[in-house]
Structures are given as C-alpha cells and as structure tokens.
C-alpha cells in the first residue's frame, strides 16, 4: 500500500502551482468573472501547451494518457487558484463523455480538439427538476424515419453550456422500466450551432463559474450523434458522473487549504489586545479544527481518486463518500475562514469570497452532502 | 498511490485471519460488542493477550530480539483490520502495548529493553501511566510529584489521579520532579516504578459510568532504584511526550479499529430497532446521520492511511496525524449519541432488566465515551498542539 504522491506527481503538483500563480492571480480571476465565457484565449491555449486539457486522454487521441490521480494533482492547484473557464466542463464532463461512452469516429473526430484547445464541450445533464439521477431526465428524444432523432426540451445550470462548442445532451429515448430505473437514457452530441439550439448565461453566486440554460426546440440530429447504447446511456453516464464529482472533490480540496493557508497566515500577523490573534485560543481553536477538516477531506478525496481510477467495486461509494465529506468541509472552512478575517474578510476586495462562493457552486454540483449521505445509506444496503 | 498489498502482506493477513477464526474466545461472537475492555473483561483479556503473543501478533513493528514481530507499520495495520473483521476483543495490557513498551525500545537501555518489553507483550506485567495529579492535568509540566535522590535511589512523594488500570498494574511510566528549580518542562525525569513497592497505595474511583477503571495513586516515601530511570535525568519531558506521540501512533489504530466496531454494531441496531413504523434504518433523517457516521468512519481509516505511508517511508508523520486524535474523539461522541437516539427510550433500560437491549453494554458505551475527549489530553489541548505545532500559531 502507498497513499502518497510519487516524484513525478509531486513534480506535477509544483509546476501547476507555479503556473497558477503566474498565469491565474486573483486579478485574472476577477478579469474572468466579468467575462461571459470565464476564460480568454490565450490562457487557454497556455492550459492546451500544458498538456493540461487532454492530461487524463489516451496519446492515440492527442492526449497525455496520465492517470485520474496525476489529474487531482492539477485539479486541487486549479481549486486553490480559483481558475475560472470552462476547463471542468470540457475536460470533466463533456470531454470524459466522449473518452467513456464515445465510437472511435467520435472520440478521433473530438477528443483531439479538446486537447489542443480547439473545441470546448460541456454536458447538460439537469433540468428544472433539479435532479442528478437517471429519472431526472426528461428532455425527450423522439426518432426519425432516417434512425435520427428530433431533441425538445430544456437543460438548467450546464456549466459553459453557452461558450460551448459541443453539447452531450443527456435525453429520455424510453422510460424507465420495473427491472432498471436507469433504463431510457440516451445520449446525444449536438453542435452548439445546431438549429433549434439556444443558450443563455444565468447570473450565478459563483461568478467564477459559468451556469447556462440550453434549450432545445425541435433539434434534428443524424445517427451518427447518438454517443454510447441507446437506452443504456446511464451507464456510462454515472461512471462520468462519479469520476467528475470526485475531481470537483480535488478541486474543492485544494480551495479549502487555500482558505486554511490565508487564515493562518492572517491569524499570526494580525493584532487585536496587544497580541496576534492566533494566540488567542478561540482563533487558535478554530484554525485547528480547519486544519482537520481539510485534511481529512484530502484523505477521503485522494481514496476516491484512487477508487475511480483502478475501477474498484467501491468506487461509487468511495466518491459519494467523498462529496458528501468535502461538500460540508469546504463551506464550513470557507465560511470560518471569511470569521476569522473579520471585517476586511466580508469586503469585495478581499478573496475570500471567491473561495466561499466556489465553495457553496461546488457543494451544490452534482448532489450536496444529504444527497451523497443518502446515497452511501443505499450503497451499504442500510 | 496504490491500495493492493504485496503477496507478503497478503499472505500475513490469510494468516492473521485462519489464527482469528480458530483461536478467538468461543462465547465471544455471542456477547454484545463493546469498543473497550470492561473490568468484568480483564481476566479474558488477559488470556487473549497471552494467545495473541504466543501466536506471534503483538509487538508487531517491535525488534525481534526484545519479543517483537520486526515487521511494518502496515503489518500492524493489517493485523487490526482483521481485529475488527473478526470483533475480537482488546488485549489487557493496553497502555503496555501502546505506550510502554515503544517508549522503552526507544530511549531505553539494554538492560531495560530486556528486563520490560517481553513481559508487556506476553502481558505478565500489566503497565499504567502516572502522568496526571489533583492540579497538573492539561497544564502536566506544573506536576509536583518529587523524586529525591539518596544514595543509589530516588525517594518519592507525591499522588497520581485518573491512572487506568492502576488497581491491576505492575508497573507505572512516572514523571516526576527531580529539579525544581529548573524551568518547569527541564526538570523532570521518568522513571519506571515497581507498583508493588512500600509506599504505593491504590485507591479506585468510581467513575461516571459506575465502573471503577481508573484510580488515585499515593506515592509516600516510595523508593525507586536509580537504574529505575528511563532516558536521562532530567529529560523526562522529552520521553513523556515521545510517549504520547506513539499513543497517538499506535492507538491511532487502535482508535480506527474502535470506531470500526463501534460503527458497526450501531448499523446492525438501527436495523433491528423500531421507529415510525418500521426499522431505525429506513427513517430518512436516522439514515442521514447513521451515514454521516460511515463516511467519518471511512475518512479515519485514510487520514491513518496516509499516516501510514508517511512512517512507511521514513517520515514524520504530517498533519494528516495530528487531526486524528481530535477527530476521533468529536466523532465517537457523536456516534454514541446517534446509537443512544435509535435506542429511544430503551436507552434508559439498563443491565439486569429483560427488556435492556444488548444488556445494556450502549449504556456503558455512550457514558464512557465522555471520557474520549479528557483522557490523554483534552481536545482543548489537541487543538492548541495543532495551532502551534502544525500551523506555526503564536502561543497565548
């Protein structure tokens, strides 16, 4: 057993970090948060130069081929930084759609793209219900006499949904049968300038973060959009799901130490009653359980990493496990954290909010913390 | 990163496992779980500890030639995993095991090392720990136990409180005063005492769960022998906490294998009390919090891991270390709390009464748990080693 970074990983780790600091200051960020897309091209590219945008891609599709841990390495240094732009949503999502479910005219013909910065792509998954299951989804797929399908309906806080050049559209082809809940899922790559296809950015807490409504009236697509098994698009689906959820956890990881970092270092110079804060036990107190609870938000992470990467039996528990963890830890560090700052942590100017909204986006994403709970209670037959 | 064992340590754990499953206590499976050894339990522990020697699994990451194992932290690991798989119970001499007997192999001298550790393995000297007094508790370096020298001894005076196992120990780890005049941390010295010397008298307390597992110890013109000393004069503090850092160590094991127990029984309950109708389990807010309890449960074991890897490699241990005695403590809490409220009312229902579920042992289990957060210092404490230690916080 070895539940540690290798050389290499740690390597990675440094050279993220120093490219962060560079590339993506609190400044770029905030640059970015008055940006409808939330990135510009020229950073973008640098993350493409990086390797970066196909890091977790097979080299036979123009990516890296590096493992899902080497990718929580980078994804806890963009969570620190608080990057902005569509690097989830491409990579994670609608990128890890194609890797998962894709025929290998779909994965040649996209996953290239994404990797040198060509093409951006995201998932639209939720709709109004607000449901991250397979019976939330209800945009309805009917057929076509040429084996195509007509696409009507309407998807709700898909991350860049609107500076996306590919959507997977999660559609209902078929309802759920008595045998398998999750049967009825298809999915479908449709162009972002397809007709029928309209997007529009919803104003989000989390500025860092882009949220898009999709809509789809009457879109006609061929059969060649149709990506993965008809029906059985849950499948793949929930493997994308629990991969990304567990890199949102990377994120969120490296965001909550970013916060226990600034406070600490806030508590030692700060001075209140002749003394630095620190010393004073209820500051010092406080920075402790922090520290606690990002530590052992990394431990559950890093072991869901692992578990979604080897494809373990546990994998799914692992990564509920890990959200349902991460989720409260990370608001309540970054709300402590915000506490501690007192007023000039309330401010604008400050950056704590950044991390607190990041962190409010991120618990809210794919199922809060009473959902994963619950999720883990079904998991272990409770 | 890579959670598969090699075919060695495989092939311990085939091993601990088959010697498990034939050698535990036959009316064991048919008691009720408990996380800790009660005092009706010592005599059985006792045995068990003997077993669990002569079959070659205590002292596992302990040098060959003092009794131990001289294999790995993750043989250690392994052999607890299969504790709690197993529900086997705790060997007696806990504080031996966990303490004593590391502090020993490590500032030790020859002699020392051969004349105590395999008698703490093989649990025929049981060991208590004489850290505590009426006023030095959080604040130990204040404690005003004295050691005088006179001749070739030390004469001591002074008492010891909250001292587990004392009524049934051996031998005691002592710290006591041998320079008051130097700085309180700079002189004091641990020594290693005899409990059946002139002097020692033992006196049980009851405590809030109505057992008395820990005592008040009267220490009155008690001579030590010189030789008696552990590490240097004067430099008991340094070995006193070395001491503790291996408490958290190796009990941090310990603790995760608790947990695990603990855990474990309190889901087989939820699934056999009623609520509402139906089952603890099946009640969404019950299941919220029993889950919550898995997860804290599952974040214990990889905090450790990590730990793990670290020792593995010849690291100190990182923060990841200090998170878990803190950790641990809010959690047992809480998960005693949560075992008490699928309970319901039969909570109140204790021992000797027919309608007392699991003879009443979550009783115990829930009053014993107020301790978690006091003995081997209070999370208070923990917090303030973690502000300072860890995150370079200016002391008050």
């Known amino acids: 057993m070895d539940f540690g970074f290798s050389q290499e990983q740690d390597l990675l780790r440094q050279t993220a970090r120093s490219f962060l600091e560079k590339e993506c200051p609190s400044t770029f960020v905030r640059r970015m948060m008055e940006d409808p897309s939330g990135t510009i091209d020229e950073f973008w590219a640098k993350l493409a130069e990086l390797g970066w945008l196909g890091l977790i891609y097979p080299e036979a599709y123009g990516g890296v081929g590096l493992g899902f841990v080497d990718l929580t390495v980078v994804l806890e240094e963009m969570g620190r930084a608080v990057m902005p732009g569509p690097y989830f949503s491409t990579v994670l999502l609608g990128g890890l759609a194609l890797a998962e479910a894709g025929s290998e005219v779909q994965k040649q013909a996209w996953l290239p793209k994404i990797a040198t910065g060509e093409a951006r792509v995201t998932l639209a998954l939720t709709e109004e219900s607000a449901r991250w299951d397979a019976e939330g989804i209800q945009l309805g797929a009917k057929p076509t006499k040429d084996g195509g399908h007509v696409l009507s309906g309407t998807k709700l806080f898909v991350p860049d949904g609107h500076a996306a050049d590919l959507l997977v559209v999660a559609a209902r082809t078929a309802k759920p049968t008595k045998q398998d809940a999750h049967h009825g899922v298809s999915l479908f790559l449709v162009p972002a300038e397809t007709k029928g296809v309209k997007t529009a950015l919803l104003p989000t807490m989390d500025q860092t973060r882009k949220l898009a409504e999709v809509t789809l009236s009457r879109v006609e697509v061929g059969p060649e959009a149709l990506l993965g098994p008809a029906d059985e698009g849950w499948t793949p689906l929930a493997r994308v799901l629990d991969r990304a959820t567990v890199a949102l956890c990377a994120e969120m990881c490296g965001g909550a130490q970013k916060v226990l970092d600034m406070s600490t270092e806030y508590a030692k110079v700060r001075v209140a009653f002749g003394k630095p804060i620190g010393a004073y036990q209820a500051v010092k107190h406080k920075c402790a359980d922090m520290l606690v609870a990002v530590e052992n938000a990394k431990s559950i992470t890093y072991y869901a990493a692992w578990a979604v990467d080897e494809g373990v039996a546990e994998a799914p528990l692992a990564t509920s496990m890990a959200k349902a963890y991460v989720s409260d830890a990370y608001r309540k560090v970054a709300g402590d954290g915000i506490q501690l700052h007192g007023g000039i942590g309330f401010t604008w100017e400050h950056d704590l909010h950044l991390y607190f909204k990041r962190a409010k986006g991120s618990e809210v994403a794919f199922g809060d913390a009473t959902l994963h709970r619950e999720r883990v209670a079904q998991l272990i037959n409770l | ?396």
């Open chain 2, 1 to 396: 990163m890579d959670f598969n064992l090699t075919p060695e340590q495989e092939a311990f754990r085939a091993e601990v496992r088959a010697w498990l499953s034939t050698n535990l206590p036959p009316d064991w499976a048919s008691r009720p779980t408990t996380d800790i050894p009660r005092v009706e339990m010592y005599d059985l522990g006792r045995i068990w500890q003997r077993k669990l020697y002569e079959a070659g699994l205590l002292g596992i990451t302990w040098p060959k030639e003092y009794g131990g194992c001289g294999l790995t932290w993750m043989e250690e690991l392994i052999f607890h995993e299969e504790l709690v798989l197993h529900k086997a119970p705790p060997p007696l001499n806990i504080l031996g095991l966990g303490m004593a007997g590391p502090t020993i192999i490590a500032y030790g001298t020859e002699e020392q090392k051969r004349r105590y550790v395999q008698k703490i393995l093989t649990g025929e000297e049981i060991w208590c720990q004489g850290y505590s007094e009426p006023n030095a508790g959080s604040d130990l370096a204040s404690l005003q136990t004295r050691a005088v020298r006179d001749g070739d001894h030390y004469v001591v005076n002074g008492q010891k409180v909250w001292t587990s196992l004392a009524h049934i120990a051996d031998w005691m780890m002592l710290l006591a005063r041998t320079d008051p005049r130097a700085p309180k941390h700079k002189g004091i010295t641990y020594f290693l005492l005899d409990m059946h010397s002139p002097g020692v008298t033992v006196r049980p307390l009851r405590q809030l769960t109505g057992d008395a597992e820990f005592n008040e110890v009267f220490l009155e013109n008690v001579r030590i022998p010189a030789s008696s000393i552990l590490g240097e004069l004067n430099q008991g503090w340094q070995v006193g906490i070395t001491t503790l850092m291996y408490e958290r160590l190796a009990l941090g094991f310990g603790l995760q294998t608790r947990f695990q127990i603990a855990l474990e029984a309190t889901l087989g309950l939820a699934k056999r009390m009623r609520r509402n109708g139906g089952t603890a389990a099946q009640d969404p807010v019950m299941r919220q919090k029993l889950a919550q309890l898995v997860i804290d449960n599952a974040v214990f074991k990889y905090t450790g891991a990590r730990a793990i890897t670290r020792l593995l490699k010849g690291e100190m241990p990182g923060p990841e270390a200090s998170a878990g005695k803190i950790w641990w403590c809010d959690r047992h809490q809480a998960l005693q709390d949560v075992a008490q409220e699928v309970l319901g009312p039969y909570a109140q229902v204790g021992k000797g009464s027919p309608w007392a579920v699991d003879q009443g042992i979550w009783q115990y289990s829930f009053l014993r748990s107020r301790a978690n957060s006091i003995e081997g210092g209070t999370t208070e404490i923990q917090r303030n080693i973690v502000g300072e230690r860890v995150l370079g916080l200016p002391k008050d």
